[in-house]
Protein backbone atom coordinates (compact mmCIF):
# COMPACT_ATOMS: atom_id res chain seq x y z
CA UNK A 1 0.00 0.00 0.00
CA UNK A 2 1.53 3.45 -1.23
CA UNK A 3 1.66 6.30 1.59
CA UNK A 4 -0.24 9.16 1.29
CA UNK A 5 1.68 12.19 0.85
CA UNK A 6 1.11 14.47 4.17
CA UNK A 7 -0.88 17.63 3.44
CA UNK A 8 1.58 20.08 4.37
CA UNK A 9 3.56 18.45 1.78
CA UNK A 10 0.46 18.85 -1.00
CA UNK A 11 -0.11 22.34 0.11
CA UNK A 12 4.03 23.44 -0.67
CA UNK A 13 4.03 21.41 -4.22
CA UNK A 14 0.83 23.23 -5.45
CA UNK A 15 2.35 27.07 -4.02
CA UNK A 16 5.68 26.11 -5.93
CA UNK A 17 3.56 25.07 -9.17
CA UNK A 18 1.60 28.23 -9.10
CA UNK A 19 4.71 30.58 -8.81
CA UNK A 20 6.13 28.84 -12.08
CA UNK A 21 3.21 29.14 -13.85
CA UNK A 22 2.98 33.21 -12.54
CA UNK A 23 6.30 33.36 -13.08
CA UNK A 24 6.24 32.45 -17.10
CA UNK A 25 2.58 34.42 -17.25
CA UNK A 26 4.62 37.52 -16.07
CA UNK A 27 7.70 36.56 -18.40
CA UNK A 28 4.94 36.21 -21.44
CA UNK A 29 3.43 39.83 -20.56
CA UNK A 30 7.06 41.34 -20.40
CA UNK A 31 7.53 39.91 -23.76
CA UNK A 32 4.01 40.79 -25.44
CA UNK A 33 4.30 44.00 -24.33
CA UNK A 34 8.02 44.71 -25.52
CA UNK A 35 6.91 43.05 -28.60
CA UNK A 36 3.73 45.77 -28.73
CA UNK A 37 5.87 48.62 -27.90
CA UNK A 38 8.23 48.00 -31.07
CA UNK A 39 4.84 47.31 -33.17
CA UNK A 40 3.46 51.08 -31.66
CA UNK A 41 6.88 52.63 -32.00
CA UNK A 42 6.43 51.07 -36.08
CA UNK A 43 3.15 52.66 -36.14
CA UNK A 44 4.08 56.09 -34.71
CA UNK A 45 8.21 56.84 -35.02
CA UNK A 46 9.69 59.90 -33.53
CA UNK A 47 9.94 62.51 -36.41
CA UNK A 48 12.24 65.17 -36.45
CA UNK A 49 12.19 67.54 -38.68
CA UNK A 50 14.39 69.95 -40.86
CA UNK A 51 13.44 73.43 -39.25
CA UNK A 52 16.07 74.90 -40.77
CA UNK A 53 14.16 75.96 -43.55
CA UNK A 54 11.82 77.73 -41.26
CA UNK A 55 14.49 79.17 -39.64
CA UNK A 56 15.95 81.03 -42.84
CA UNK A 57 12.64 82.94 -42.96
CA UNK A 58 13.27 85.18 -40.40
CA UNK A 59 13.94 88.51 -41.03
CA UNK A 60 11.84 88.16 -44.54
CA UNK A 61 8.61 89.93 -45.26
CA UNK A 62 6.55 87.07 -46.55
CA UNK A 63 4.12 89.65 -47.28
CA UNK A 64 6.11 91.48 -50.06
CA UNK A 65 6.64 89.27 -52.87
CA UNK A 66 4.53 88.54 -56.52
CA UNK A 67 1.98 85.91 -58.01
CA UNK A 68 3.76 83.36 -60.04
CA UNK A 69 1.79 80.64 -62.37
CA UNK A 70 2.72 77.51 -60.89
CA UNK A 71 0.66 74.37 -62.73
CA UNK A 72 2.69 71.47 -60.77
CA UNK A 73 2.62 72.42 -56.91
CA UNK A 74 -0.68 73.88 -56.85
CA UNK A 75 -3.61 73.64 -56.34
CA UNK A 76 -2.59 72.05 -52.71
CA UNK A 77 -5.71 69.53 -53.13
CA UNK A 78 -8.56 68.74 -55.32
CA UNK A 79 -12.14 70.31 -54.60
CA UNK A 80 -13.56 66.94 -55.20
CA UNK A 81 -11.22 65.33 -52.49
CA UNK A 82 -12.82 67.99 -49.55
CA UNK A 83 -16.11 66.74 -48.49
CA UNK A 84 -15.95 70.24 -46.27
CA UNK A 85 -16.44 73.57 -49.11
CA UNK A 86 -19.23 74.85 -48.27
CA UNK A 87 -21.69 76.24 -50.67
CA UNK A 88 -20.12 80.01 -51.10
CA UNK A 89 -16.78 78.88 -51.92
CA UNK A 90 -17.38 75.56 -53.80
CA UNK A 91 -17.02 77.40 -57.09
CA UNK A 92 -15.95 74.29 -59.40
CA UNK A 93 -19.57 72.50 -57.87
CA UNK A 94 -21.13 75.57 -59.34
CA UNK A 95 -20.40 75.82 -62.68
CA UNK A 96 -17.22 77.37 -63.09
CA UNK A 97 -15.28 75.31 -65.74
CA UNK A 98 -12.05 77.86 -65.42
CA UNK A 99 -9.05 76.25 -63.38
CA UNK A 100 -6.04 78.86 -63.64
CA UNK A 101 -7.06 80.78 -60.51
CA UNK A 102 -6.20 77.65 -58.45
CA UNK A 103 -2.86 77.30 -59.63
CA UNK A 104 -0.92 80.53 -58.50
CA UNK A 105 2.05 80.31 -55.83
CA UNK A 106 2.95 83.33 -53.51
CA UNK A 107 6.94 84.31 -54.04
CA UNK A 108 7.81 87.00 -51.63
CA UNK A 109 10.54 88.89 -53.06
CA UNK A 110 13.05 87.87 -50.43
CA UNK A 111 13.35 84.66 -49.64
CA UNK A 112 11.24 81.09 -50.52
CA UNK A 113 8.69 79.62 -48.82
CA UNK A 114 8.16 75.75 -47.98
CA UNK A 115 7.08 73.67 -49.78
CA UNK A 116 3.92 72.77 -48.01
CA UNK A 117 3.73 69.00 -46.26
CA UNK A 118 0.45 68.13 -44.81
CA UNK A 119 1.94 65.55 -42.58
CA UNK A 120 4.51 67.55 -41.08
CA UNK A 121 2.28 70.27 -40.27
CA UNK A 122 -0.10 67.94 -38.38
CA UNK A 123 3.02 66.69 -36.70
CA UNK A 124 4.03 69.78 -35.68
CA UNK A 125 0.84 70.62 -34.29
CA UNK A 126 0.28 67.75 -32.50
CA UNK A 127 -1.93 68.41 -29.42
CA UNK A 128 -2.65 71.88 -30.36
CA UNK A 129 -5.92 73.36 -30.25
CA UNK A 130 -6.16 75.82 -33.24
CA UNK A 131 -9.14 78.40 -33.63
CA UNK A 132 -9.79 80.79 -36.50
CA UNK A 133 -12.07 83.38 -35.23
CA UNK A 134 -14.45 86.22 -37.09
CA UNK A 135 -16.21 86.91 -39.60
CA UNK A 136 -17.13 84.74 -43.10
CA UNK A 137 -13.62 85.54 -44.93
CA UNK A 138 -11.54 83.84 -41.66
CA UNK A 139 -14.80 81.27 -42.31
CA UNK A 140 -13.41 80.70 -45.69
CA UNK A 141 -9.71 80.39 -44.40
CA UNK A 142 -10.57 77.61 -41.73
CA UNK A 143 -11.95 75.52 -44.14
CA UNK A 144 -8.95 76.06 -46.32
CA UNK A 145 -6.99 74.74 -44.02
CA UNK A 146 -8.81 71.96 -43.28
CA UNK A 147 -8.61 71.03 -47.14
CA UNK A 148 -4.88 71.14 -46.32
CA UNK A 149 -4.69 69.20 -43.37
CA UNK A 150 -7.52 66.41 -43.86
CA UNK A 151 -6.78 64.65 -46.94
CA UNK A 152 -3.55 62.32 -45.54
CA UNK A 153 -6.22 61.63 -42.50
CA UNK A 154 -7.66 58.26 -42.96
CA UNK A 155 -11.41 57.81 -43.04
CA UNK A 156 -12.71 57.24 -39.68
CA UNK A 157 -9.54 59.17 -37.97
CA UNK A 158 -11.43 62.47 -38.62
CA UNK A 159 -14.37 64.51 -37.97
CA UNK A 160 -16.22 67.95 -38.43
CA UNK A 161 -18.91 68.84 -35.61
CA UNK A 162 -20.55 71.52 -35.01
CA UNK A 163 -20.92 72.39 -31.14
CA UNK A 164 -24.65 72.50 -29.67
CA UNK A 165 -25.18 75.77 -28.22
CA UNK A 166 -22.46 77.89 -29.57
CA UNK A 167 -21.23 79.10 -32.72
CA UNK A 168 -18.35 76.73 -32.79
CA UNK A 169 -17.48 74.48 -35.83
CA UNK A 170 -14.96 71.90 -34.75
CA UNK A 171 -12.45 69.77 -36.98
CA UNK A 172 -10.25 67.35 -35.20
CA UNK A 173 -8.01 65.05 -36.53
CA UNK A 174 -7.86 62.05 -33.87
CA UNK A 175 -4.51 60.51 -34.44
CA UNK A 176 -2.74 63.69 -34.08
CA UNK A 177 -4.97 65.27 -31.26
CA UNK A 178 -5.32 67.97 -33.12
CA UNK A 179 -8.61 70.51 -33.30
CA UNK A 180 -8.88 73.10 -35.97
CA UNK A 181 -12.08 74.93 -35.01
CA UNK A 182 -14.28 78.16 -36.29
CA UNK A 183 -15.53 80.51 -34.33
CA UNK A 184 -18.21 82.49 -35.51
CA UNK A 185 -17.70 86.45 -34.16
CA UNK A 186 -18.11 88.76 -37.19
CA UNK A 187 -17.67 91.59 -34.66
CA UNK A 188 -15.51 90.22 -31.74
CA UNK A 189 -18.00 91.51 -29.07
CA UNK A 190 -21.62 90.40 -29.02
CA UNK A 191 -23.48 91.88 -31.73
CA UNK A 192 -26.75 90.93 -33.84
CA UNK A 193 -25.08 89.69 -36.18
CA UNK A 194 -24.15 86.46 -34.01
CA UNK A 195 -25.78 83.68 -35.77
CA UNK A 196 -23.65 81.49 -37.59
CA UNK A 197 -26.17 81.08 -40.57
CA UNK A 198 -29.23 83.66 -39.47
CA UNK A 199 -27.39 87.53 -39.45
CA UNK A 200 -28.70 88.47 -42.53
CA UNK A 201 -29.44 92.66 -42.03
CA UNK A 202 -28.53 96.15 -42.72
CA UNK A 203 -27.86 97.65 -39.17
CA UNK A 204 -24.91 96.47 -37.22
CA UNK A 205 -25.31 96.50 -33.88
CA UNK A 206 -23.02 95.87 -30.95
CA UNK A 207 -22.67 95.88 -27.40
CA UNK A 208 -19.09 97.52 -27.12
CA UNK A 209 -18.10 96.01 -23.38
CA UNK A 210 -19.78 92.58 -23.99
CA UNK A 211 -16.66 90.56 -24.98
CA UNK A 212 -16.87 87.49 -22.56
CA UNK A 213 -20.04 85.69 -24.19
CA UNK A 214 -17.57 85.07 -27.27
CA UNK A 215 -13.84 84.82 -26.26
CA UNK A 216 -14.81 82.45 -22.41
CA UNK A 217 -14.56 80.05 -25.69
CA UNK A 218 -11.17 80.81 -26.78
CA UNK A 219 -9.50 80.50 -23.75
CA UNK A 220 -7.90 76.74 -23.96
CA UNK A 221 -6.33 77.42 -27.37
CA UNK A 222 -2.99 77.13 -28.54
CA UNK A 223 -3.12 79.31 -31.67
CA UNK A 224 -5.89 82.22 -31.89
CA UNK A 225 -6.32 83.59 -35.46
CA UNK A 226 -8.60 86.70 -35.96
CA UNK A 227 -10.25 88.54 -38.76
CA UNK A 228 -12.54 91.31 -38.20
CA UNK A 229 -13.21 93.47 -41.00
CA UNK A 230 -15.65 92.41 -43.46
CA UNK A 231 -18.53 93.54 -41.56
CA UNK A 232 -16.95 96.74 -40.38
CA UNK A 233 -17.16 97.93 -44.32
CA UNK A 234 -20.67 99.70 -43.14
CA UNK A 235 -20.59 103.85 -42.25
CA UNK A 236 -22.12 103.21 -39.24
CA UNK A 237 -22.36 101.24 -36.49
CA UNK A 238 -24.97 101.00 -33.76
CA UNK A 239 -23.57 101.18 -29.65
CA UNK A 240 -25.97 99.51 -27.81
CA UNK A 241 -26.30 101.19 -24.30
CA UNK A 242 -28.47 98.43 -23.01
CA UNK A 243 -29.41 94.88 -23.77
CA UNK A 244 -30.66 93.01 -26.99
CA UNK A 245 -34.01 93.15 -25.06
CA UNK A 246 -34.44 96.53 -25.16
CA UNK A 247 -32.39 98.13 -28.18
CA UNK A 248 -33.82 101.00 -28.58
CA UNK A 249 -31.24 102.75 -26.68
CA UNK A 250 -28.27 103.24 -28.35
CA UNK A 251 -25.38 105.84 -30.03
CA UNK A 252 -24.25 105.94 -33.72
CA UNK A 253 -20.59 105.96 -34.55
CA UNK A 254 -18.92 106.18 -37.96
CA UNK A 255 -17.23 102.57 -38.82
CA UNK A 256 -13.41 103.65 -38.11
CA UNK A 257 -14.56 104.83 -34.68
CA UNK A 258 -16.65 101.80 -33.70
CA UNK A 259 -13.78 99.49 -35.10
CA UNK A 260 -11.62 101.18 -32.37
CA UNK A 261 -13.54 100.95 -29.80
CA UNK A 262 -14.36 97.08 -30.12
CA UNK A 263 -10.23 96.97 -30.77
CA UNK A 264 -9.93 98.46 -27.34
CA UNK A 265 -12.17 95.55 -25.63
CA UNK A 266 -11.06 92.73 -27.27
CA UNK A 267 -7.24 94.01 -26.47
CA UNK A 268 -8.21 94.80 -22.93
CA UNK A 269 -10.01 90.91 -22.70
CA UNK A 270 -6.84 89.77 -24.44
CA UNK A 271 -4.22 91.26 -21.87
CA UNK A 272 -5.90 90.18 -19.06
CA UNK A 273 -7.02 86.73 -19.93
CA UNK A 274 -4.91 84.71 -22.29
CA UNK A 275 -1.78 82.72 -20.89
CA UNK A 276 0.42 84.29 -23.88
CA UNK A 277 3.46 81.83 -22.74
CA UNK A 278 0.93 79.00 -24.21
CA UNK A 279 -1.18 80.69 -26.57
CA UNK A 280 0.17 82.48 -29.75
CA UNK A 281 -1.85 84.99 -31.49
CA UNK A 282 -2.22 86.04 -34.88
CA UNK A 283 -4.75 88.85 -36.93
CA UNK A 284 -5.27 88.46 -40.26
CA UNK A 285 -5.54 92.11 -42.32
CA UNK A 286 -8.58 92.70 -44.67
CA UNK A 287 -8.53 91.23 -47.81
CA UNK A 288 -9.75 92.65 -51.46
CA UNK A 289 -12.70 92.87 -52.81
CA UNK A 290 -13.02 93.35 -56.93
CA UNK A 291 -16.07 95.65 -57.45
CA UNK A 292 -15.28 98.00 -60.04
CA UNK A 293 -13.56 96.41 -63.12
CA UNK A 294 -12.66 100.48 -63.89
CA UNK A 295 -10.23 100.48 -61.90
CA UNK A 296 -8.05 97.58 -63.82
CA UNK A 297 -9.29 98.69 -66.96
CA UNK A 298 -12.50 97.49 -67.44
CA UNK A 299 -16.54 99.13 -68.28
CA UNK A 300 -17.43 100.91 -64.95
CA UNK A 301 -20.16 98.28 -64.69
CA UNK A 302 -18.10 95.50 -65.03
CA UNK A 303 -16.37 93.67 -61.51
CA UNK A 304 -15.05 89.95 -61.02
CA UNK A 305 -17.42 88.32 -63.02
CA UNK A 306 -14.85 86.06 -65.92
CA UNK A 307 -11.93 87.23 -64.79
CA UNK A 308 -9.10 84.69 -65.15
CA UNK A 309 -5.83 86.36 -64.45
CA UNK A 310 -4.43 88.55 -62.01
CA UNK A 311 -3.74 91.89 -62.24
CA UNK A 312 0.05 92.67 -62.62
CA UNK A 313 0.43 95.93 -62.10
CA UNK A 314 2.80 96.41 -59.07
CA UNK A 315 1.37 98.17 -56.07
CA UNK A 316 -2.20 98.03 -57.06
CA UNK A 317 -4.83 98.59 -55.00
CA UNK A 318 -8.83 98.54 -55.38
CA UNK A 319 -10.89 101.48 -53.67
CA UNK A 320 -12.89 99.12 -51.08
CA UNK A 321 -10.10 98.56 -49.25
CA UNK A 322 -10.08 100.82 -46.57
CA UNK A 323 -6.64 102.22 -45.45
CA UNK A 324 -7.60 103.95 -42.26
CA UNK A 325 -8.91 100.50 -40.99
CA UNK A 326 -5.80 98.30 -41.36
CA UNK A 327 -3.94 101.53 -39.36
CA UNK A 328 -6.81 101.23 -36.75
CA UNK A 329 -5.50 97.97 -36.75
CA UNK A 330 -1.99 98.08 -36.43
CA UNK A 331 -2.19 100.88 -34.19
CA UNK A 332 -4.39 98.59 -31.75
CA UNK A 333 -1.91 95.55 -32.41
CA UNK A 334 0.94 97.88 -31.62
CA UNK A 335 -0.21 99.56 -28.45
CA UNK A 336 -0.92 95.54 -27.11
CA UNK A 337 2.69 95.22 -27.58
CA UNK A 338 3.77 97.80 -25.45
CA UNK A 339 1.56 95.75 -22.84
CA UNK A 340 3.82 92.69 -23.27
CA UNK A 341 1.26 91.09 -25.64
CA UNK A 342 2.28 90.51 -29.59
CA UNK A 343 -0.41 89.79 -31.66
CA UNK A 344 1.53 89.25 -35.06
CA UNK A 345 -0.55 90.85 -37.61
CA UNK A 346 -0.84 88.51 -41.23
CA UNK A 347 -0.95 91.54 -43.48
CA UNK A 348 -2.22 89.84 -46.22
CA UNK A 349 -4.13 92.92 -47.71
CA UNK A 350 -1.56 93.78 -50.66
CA UNK A 351 -1.33 90.31 -52.08
CA UNK A 352 -5.37 90.47 -52.01
CA UNK A 353 -4.67 93.13 -54.16
CA UNK A 354 -3.79 91.63 -57.45
CA UNK A 355 -6.67 88.45 -57.25
CA UNK A 356 -9.58 89.90 -59.20
CA UNK A 357 -9.80 86.13 -61.03
CA UNK A 358 -9.98 84.12 -57.71
CA UNK A 359 -13.71 85.11 -56.48
CA UNK A 360 -16.83 82.81 -56.80
CA UNK A 361 -18.19 85.46 -58.85
CA UNK A 362 -21.69 83.92 -60.18
CA UNK A 363 -20.04 80.37 -59.57
CA UNK A 364 -21.75 79.72 -55.50
CA UNK A 365 -24.89 78.64 -53.54
CA UNK A 366 -27.58 81.05 -53.86
CA UNK A 367 -29.39 80.78 -50.35
CA UNK A 368 -32.61 82.99 -51.72
CA UNK A 369 -34.10 82.51 -55.51
CA UNK A 370 -32.50 84.63 -58.14
CA UNK A 371 -34.76 87.56 -59.45
CA UNK A 372 -35.34 88.28 -63.30
CA UNK A 373 -33.74 91.22 -62.98
CA UNK A 374 -30.40 89.72 -61.27
CA UNK A 375 -30.22 86.90 -64.28
CA UNK A 376 -30.98 89.19 -66.49
CA UNK A 377 -27.49 91.13 -64.98
CA UNK A 378 -24.97 88.40 -63.51
CA UNK A 379 -22.35 91.09 -62.34
CA UNK A 380 -25.76 92.30 -60.04
CA UNK A 381 -25.26 89.00 -57.80
CA UNK A 382 -21.81 88.51 -58.36
CA UNK A 383 -19.54 87.58 -54.97
CA UNK A 384 -16.41 89.23 -55.17
CA UNK A 385 -15.83 89.72 -51.38
CA UNK A 386 -15.36 85.90 -50.69
CA UNK A 387 -12.62 83.37 -52.60
CA UNK A 388 -12.95 80.12 -54.43
CA UNK A 389 -11.40 76.74 -52.87
CA UNK A 390 -9.12 75.91 -53.55
CA UNK A 391 -7.32 79.25 -54.33
CA UNK A 392 -5.96 82.51 -52.84
CA UNK A 393 -6.56 81.34 -48.84
CA UNK A 394 -4.72 78.46 -49.16
CA UNK A 395 -1.67 81.14 -49.72
CA UNK A 396 -2.79 82.43 -46.44
CA UNK A 397 -2.61 79.44 -44.68
CA UNK A 398 1.02 78.53 -45.91
CA UNK A 399 2.05 82.10 -44.50
CA UNK A 400 0.61 81.34 -41.38
CA UNK A 401 2.06 78.34 -40.66
CA UNK A 402 5.04 78.97 -41.78
CA UNK A 403 4.88 81.46 -38.94
CA UNK A 404 3.83 79.02 -36.86
CA UNK A 405 6.17 76.44 -37.30
CA UNK A 406 9.13 78.61 -37.36
CA UNK A 407 8.46 79.47 -33.68
CA UNK A 408 9.54 75.45 -32.69
CA UNK A 409 5.91 74.43 -31.30
Same mark, same amino acid.
Given at each position: @???????????????? &? /?????????????????????????????????????? #????????????? $???????????????????????????????????????????? %?????????? =???????? !?????????????????? /???? *?? /???????? *????????????????? *???????? /??? #?????????? &??????? !???? =??????? !???? !??????????? @?? +???????????????????????????????????????? $????????????? +?????? =????????????????? @??? =?????????? @???????????????????????? &??? &?????????????????? %?????????? #????? +??????????????????? *???? $??
Amino acid at each position: @MRKKKPLLMVESNVKI &T /LLIIGALVTISFYYININNNKEEKAIRPVVIFDTSVYD #SLEGCDLFSGKWV $HDNDSYPLYKDSDCPYILGDYACGQYGRKDSKYQQWRWQPHACN %LPRFDAKEAL =ERLRGKRV !IFIGDSVNRNQWVSMVCM /LQAV *IP /LGRKKMQK *IHGVSLFTFKAFDYNVS *IDFYWAPL /LVE #SNGDHPSKHR &TKDRIVR !INSI =EKHATNW !INAD !ILVFNSYLWWR @MP +TVKILNGSFEDSTQYDIVDNHNGYKMVLKTWSDWLHSHIN $HTRTRSYFMSMTA +THHKGV =EWGMQDDQNCLNETEPI @MKD =EFWESGSDLK @MLMILESSLNKLKTRGVNVQMMNI &TQL &TQYRKDAHPSIHRLHYSP %LTKEQLSNPS #SYSDC +THWCLPGVPDVWNELLLAH *ILRK $HI
